[in-house]
């Protein structure tokens, strides 16, 4: 069964950085999509970025130009850089991992079968 693990959560002041990573187990990175998600209380879970196998990336507006989403195909890790952290970005964050994708990777929740466990960021105003 795929294995998800993030880690790198923590707690930020506004305008600071971190950094998040996952790494999948008994998961092969081709033709398929990994991502980024979060939720916060009382909201949706949405997807923050996503890349396709071949490095394609898809952003959330409002993550563009300060997160980056970035892998590793050959440790099948997935990893987000977030920078100029803002208090809205305060949520859990997933992981997450598709089956056989043909196609643009899209930052839709019910497209990724496979979750981590989460990893909390929280950003101080």
């Known amino acids: 069964q795929v294995q998800l693990v993030e880690s790198g959560g923590g707690s930020v002041q506004a305008g600071g950085s971190l950094r998040l990573s996952c790494v999948a187990s008994?998961?092969?990175?081709?033709?398929?999509?990994m991502g980024w998600f979060r939720q916060a209380p009382g909201k949706e879970r949405e997807g923050v970025a996503v890349?396709?196998?071949?490095?394609?990336?898809n952003y959330a507006d409002s993550v563009k130009g300060r997160f980056t989403i970035s892998q590793d195909n050959v440790k099948i890790s997935l990893f987000l850089q977030m920078n100029s952290l803002k208090p809205e970005d305060t949520a859990m964050y997933y992981c997450?991992?598709?089956?056989?994708?043909?196609?643009?990777?899209?930052?839709?929740?019910?497209?990724?079968?496979?979750w981590g466990q989460g990893t909390q960021v929280t950003v101080s105003s």
């Open positions: 997450a991992a598709s089956r056989a994708t043909y196609g643009p990777c899209l930052r839709i929740p019910a497209l990724f079968a496979y």
């Open positions: 890349i396709s196998s071949d490095g394609s990336t």
């Open positions: 008994r998961y092969t990175r081709s033709n398929n999509c």
